[in-house]
């Protein structure tokens, strides 16, 4: 109880940094995409696309919290998600269709957020970790190794838009202390920057909208051999509501 409280701790005082310094806001909490719960709850349309054959397919969930700037008339949006594992964002998963959830979450906002936003850009999308290294206490020096251990196990990974603006509006001196992008002193971005112009995120769409009809056909069809992705040792099947009835 005491390590999880002190964790809870830390990563509260972590929103807090983050939020003081940045011109991002939270804007919902547990939004739903799709149904809501209840009548009067936050909602937004579901990402729908059509099939082939005639179906429809919908995406939809809850998003941990959604922030916003609105600048020059837009609403930049990013969605951020608060993960207790060691969840790290890769571009190459997202482009086989592992863990995409967060990048669906933004285009579903991005197309159909409008009514509840206005304008809508993405401005990506972040994982919180919720997880502390194991560190020694110590006194002096220690203490200070202690601290900046937290805040680089703390910082949040995902992807964001390459707008150096937009970068600045969520950590000014773009030192990359709390988000996963870095800017140099001629204000541009450092090498690895997770970074995606609005045109890559376009086509992002397009590639996760194409994965998502596949799977859907691939259903429609009565094709549900059971072949998960692995990744680092953890299989899909870990996590799937008929692993208990599967061969």
Do not use: H
Request: aromatic share 6%; hydrophobic share 45%.
């Amino acid at each position: 109880l005491a390590r999880l409280a002190g964790v809870a701790g830390a990563l509260l005082w972590q929103v807090v940094r983050e939020l003081r310094q940045s011109q991002f806001r939270p804007a919902d909490y547990e939004l739903s995409v799709g149904l809501p719960a209840a009548e009067d709850a936050a909602c937004v349309p579901p990402l729908t696309l059509a099939l082939p054959d005639g179906g429809s397919l919908r995406v939809q969930g809850k998003i941990d919290r959604v922030d916003t700037f609105e600048s020059g008339g837009a609403t930049y949006l990013r969605v951020v998600d608060y993960k207790t594992g060691s969840k790290e964002f890769r571009l190459s998963d997202v482009v086989e269709g592992i863990n995409v959830q967060m990048l669906l979450y933004l285009f579903a906002l991005w197309e159909n957020g409008g009514a509840r936003y206005g304008a809508v850009t993405p401005a990506g999308v972040l994982y919180l970790p919720a997880k502390l290294p194991v560190v020694q206490i110590g006194r002096g020096a220690d203490d200070d190794a202690a601290e900046r251990a937290r805040t680089e196990a703390l910082r949040m990974n995902g992807l964001l838009l390459d707008d150096p603006a937009i970068v600045r509006a969520m950590e000014p001196d773009g030192a990359g202390l709390f988000i996963p992008v870095k800017l140099n002193g001629k204000g541009e971005f450092s090498a690895g920057a997770a970074v995606a112009s609005l045109r890559e995120l376009g086509l992002l769409k397009q590639r996760m909208e194409t994965l998502l009809r596949g799977m859907a056909q691939t259903l429609r069809a009565g094709d549900i051999a059971a072949v998960p992705a692995a990744e680092k040792q953890a299989l899909a099947c870990d996590w799937c509501d008929y692993r208990a009835v599967c061969g």
